[in-house]
């Protein structure tokens, strides 16, 4: 419940901790909770601009079968760290059932504008006087409106 609610208030810093330490617990075998676990870390550290590494803490069963459990979620990291757009859209849409059953397309839904938050930083701090256009053009956006909602 405590992680929920630091999920929902976007208390990502302090929901991150209690993942990687539910994900570092001793255990001989996988839980569905491990799983859930690791599917909202994945999530909640690129919201929050994190890396979603499975911690160094983590026992070998943990760091060689969770990555495999929860591809559509990795699919979704990868297309954060190599920053593309589309790549990240086609994810959310392929795998789309598979968030809604595990109950996190919530989260899945605020990975695009969050990915275009980061972009736009990203090319501030190089390009100071890039005007609306310019930027919309370099992120790939259709549309100069668009951007002006970021």
Known sequence: GDVYKRQTLKLYDKAIEAFRLALSQPSYILHVCLLHAYQKYILVSMLAGKSAEIPKAANDIVKNFLPSLAKEYKSLYE????????????????????????????????????????RVLEFTQTYMTLSFADLAEKLGIKEELSLIHI
């Open 79 to 118: 297309a954060m760290i190599t920053k593309d757009f589309e790549q990240l859209k086609l994810s959310i849409d392929k795998h789309k059932d598979v968030f809604l059953k595990d109950k996190n397309y919530n989260l899945v839904e605020q990975l695009p504008l969050r990915f275009m938050k980061t």
